[in-house]
């Protein structure tokens, strides 16, 4: 049966023969994939037309929760997947990086929906006071692009390659058609036929390519988002498509680099650092049997050291068991297929020129429960460079399967520069003790990486690894590594948002925004804010405190209650070449006051105080000092309830204006307390 792309609401087969799909374990043919006769431009329009208005009018709260219930019906489905994954060499625990990493990926999503507001869209930063009397201000909207997310994914992660991209873009509310490599897209078709079933997304908001999608770029317009992942002479061929000039159109490419791993000059033999540093290199040269963008490729050692641990890992990748993933004891699988087998063998080729193997052979080597001349099976490559400064190959070819060289370094700075000759890079780890080193390697490598990992035995037992990039960091590297990032936490959800800068009045800003802007007008109602339930409060409603006057014995008292004597507040005569013209009401005391005045006592809808953020105190207040407080609603965030017998709640986000008889502000601060509906159902 051919393997179907999913397009304009319907699976359909490409048409003609299509590619044959093997079984990277025994060389069956498992399908064949075609994209012939689809309709590229017709699917981008769908998308933008279909799925993109749906998409943009739920808010980051509902898109969120969109997410978490995908996650958990794709959770559920899991084993399925592991069933099919095997069909592409990988073992159980590559499977788990690729599946539940994936499904990982959308629950971090789901989760990060509580740093946006409940809008479709978001505020950026602060606001800009552009004019002397506050009247006039500017603030940053962050709103949805209104195109599409195309995502041309390589052949190694088939479900995390799509899921890690696509969480991102339906939290920002923008949809996504997939092109998966075709090698493994049998895998990635498993999986959005799943999405597709479960009915959670808006109908166009995922399509899929499993054949090819060359033209597809043809249809791109300015507001389309195009991610690459896969070698860097592909995606600069892609970068430079003149449609993507012509529409200005985002593009975000992360190639394959030549990753590094130091094993820190204190990290000796016996140590417990030099164990993590052996066992972090084999596991990164044979997960996923080294087909992973941000696989160890260069082993950068203390040239007293290279036999020691040329030794070591030696014996590590001489223990590593290959052959079929089923097979009791296997701790390798092959590699997805014999094209990229025949490419690896190659480059293994080319760099033996320059380098000599020192473990492993292209043609002798045992595998478990298969035939190694039907699999894309082969034994890990460790090579020596015994002069990296001048035979050179190592940084600029790469084997992308289990392939990996050591070389020597004198220092450190000699290091940083090894790692520098990869010309940009995914990632880069140093296995030390001494933080005086991991900094000094930090420092001088930074600019030519996208992530560093520090390990030690402080964190080794919790790290994810070298070669795990993680949901809330960014993903992606200068140089080779193509420039671009992707994931990063809310920094990754950005890249789908159009960014304006809006300027006017703050009252207007208020209005636009749904969070009030420090200036804009007041809502005062008759009845005190918190007798209010979270519906019936608007923001910019405000409460004018009644007032009170500061005096010697409020600061006396507080001190005695809180412990804080500090000699500002306590001591007359120790105020000389300070600040202060007398003894200062503590800050804090300005503020406890200031709830004094603006809390009504009674039991009403507020349930509790949440949290209080960005507290400044921005001028002295001494005995004699009349404050009164302008306490206005900022911002409204829904709250989902965790079971029926949850209280249907809110958080409201108030602004405590507290200033003096002047009018002038001596204590800001945001105070978030949790406001009970009145509709409970």
């Known amino acids: 049966m051919k393997l179907q792309n999913y397009v304009q609401g319907q699976w359909m087969a490409g048409e003609g023969e299509g590619q044959k799909l093997y079984n990277a374990i025994n060389g069956d043919v498992i399908t064949t994939a075609s994209s012939k006769g689809l309709d590229f431009g017709g699917m981008l329009d769908y998308a933008r037309k279909t799925a993109g208005p749906k998409l943009r009018k739920l808010t980051f709260h509902e898109r969120g929760r969109m997410l978490k219930a995908l996650a958990m019906h794709l959770q559920s489905k899991k084993e399925d997947f592991y069933k099919l994954s095997w069909a592409?060499?990988?073992?159980?625990?590559?499977?788990?990086?690729?599946?539940?990493?994936?499904?990982?990926?959308?629950?971090?999503?789901?989760?990060?929906?509580?740093?946006?507001?409940?809008?479709?869209?978001?505020?950026?930063?602060?606001?800009?006071?552009?004019s002397k009397n506050g009247t006039f201000i500017g603030h940053h909207i962050c709103v949805p692009k209104e195109g599409v997310a195309i995502h041309i994914n390589a052949f190694n992660f088939p479900v995390w390659g799509m899921l890690e991209k696509v969480a991102v873009n339906w939290l920002a509310g923008v949809p996504a058609v997939v092109k998966p490599a075709t090698v493994t897209s049998f895998l990635t078709e498993a999986v959005a036929r799943e999405i597709i079933a479960s009915g959670i997304l808006p109908e166009g908001a995922l399509q899929l390519i499993c054949g090819s999608a060359n033209g597809i770029l043809d249809h791109v317009q300015s507001q389309d988002v195009v991610t690459f992942t896969g070698s860097a002479s592909t995606g600069k061929m892609l970068k430079a498509h003149p449609r993507l000039l012509e529409e200005a159109v985002h593009f975000n490419m992360e190639a394959d680099s030549l990753n590094c791993c130091i094993l820190g000059p204190d990290a000796k033999p016996g140590s417990v650092e030099f164990d993590i540093f052996v066992k972090e290199v084999q596991r990164e040269m044979t997960t996923k049997a080294g087909q992973k963008c941000t696989a160890v490729r260069r082993i950068m050692v203390p040239e007293n050291m290279v036999e020691d641990v040329q030794i070591a890992l030696g014996k590590r990748l001489a223990s590593t068991t290959i052959g079929d993933p089923n097979a009791e004891g296997v701790r390798m699988g092959s590699l997805a297929g014999m094209a990229q087998l025949k490419e690896v063998h190659e480059k293994v080729e080319l760099l033996s020129k320059t380098q000599k193997i020192i473990f492993g052979d292209l043609k002798n080597f045992d595998v478990v429960g298969a035939d190694k001349n039907k699999g894309a099976f082969m034994s890990p490559i460790l090579f020596l460079n015994e002069n990296p400064f001048k035979y050179t190959d190592v940084h600029n070819i790469e084997?992308?399967?289990?392939?990996?060289?050591?070389?020597?370094?004198?220092?450190?700075?000699?290091a940083v520069e090894l790692a520098k000759m990869g010309k940009g890079s995914l990632v880069s780890s140093i296995v030390t003790a001494d933080d005086r080193i991991a900094k000094q390697y930090v420092l001088g490598a930074a600019s030519m990486h996208g992530r560093i990992l520090i390990l030690n035995a402080d964190c080794a037992k919790e790290s994810t690894g070298h070669g795990s990039p993680m949901p809330m960091l960014v993903h992606g590297g200068p140089g080779r590594a193509g420039g671009g990032e992707e994931m990063g936490g809310k920094r990754g959800v950005f890249h789908y948002l159009q960014r304006t800068a809006i300027q006017g009045s703050p009252t207007t800003l208020t209005n636009i925004t749904n969070q009030y802007q420090y200036g804009g007008k007041y809502i005062e109602k008759d009845v005190h804010p918190f007798k209010r339930y979270f519906e019936e409060l608007e923001v910019g409603e405000t409460l004018i405190t009644a007032k009170h006057t500061i005096s010697e014995a409020d600061i006396v008292n507080f001190a005695n209650v809180s412990g804080d004597n500090f000699y500002a507040h306590m001591d007359a005569t120790s105020l000389e070449g300070t600040i202060f013209t007398g003894r200062v009401a503590h800050g804090y005391f300005v503020l406890s006051k200031a709830a004094g005045l603006f809390v009504d006592a009674k039991k009403g809808p507020v349930l509790l105080n949440y949290g209080l953020d960005e507290c400044r105190f921005t001028k002295p207040v001494y005995p004699g000092t009349t404050i009164g407080v302008r306490f206005t609603c900022k911002e409204k965030i829904d709250q989902e309830k965790k079971s029926e017998e949850d209280i249907?709640?809110?958080?409201?986000?108030?602004?405590?204006?507290?200033?003096?008889?002047?009018?002038?502000?001596?204590?800001?601060?945001?105070?978030?307390?949790?406001?009970?509906?009145?509709?409970?159902n």
């Open 88 to 130: 592409t060499g990988a073992t159980r625990t590559d499977s788990w990086v690729d599946i539940e990493g994936g499904i990982g990926n959308l629950f971090s999503y789901a989760s990060l929906r509580r740093q946006f507001p409940d809008e479709p869209f978001c505020v950026e930063g602060d606001i800009a006071k552009l």
């Open 399 to 414: 084997a992308f399967g289990p392939v990996s060289t050591i070389m020597p370094y004198k220092n450190i700075e000699e």
């Open 648 to 680: 249907a709640k809110g958080i409201v986000k108030w602004l405590v204006d507290v200033y003096d008889e002047t009018g002038e502000t001596v204590a800001i601060a945001t105070i978030l307390t949790m406001v009970k509906k009145r509709a409970q």
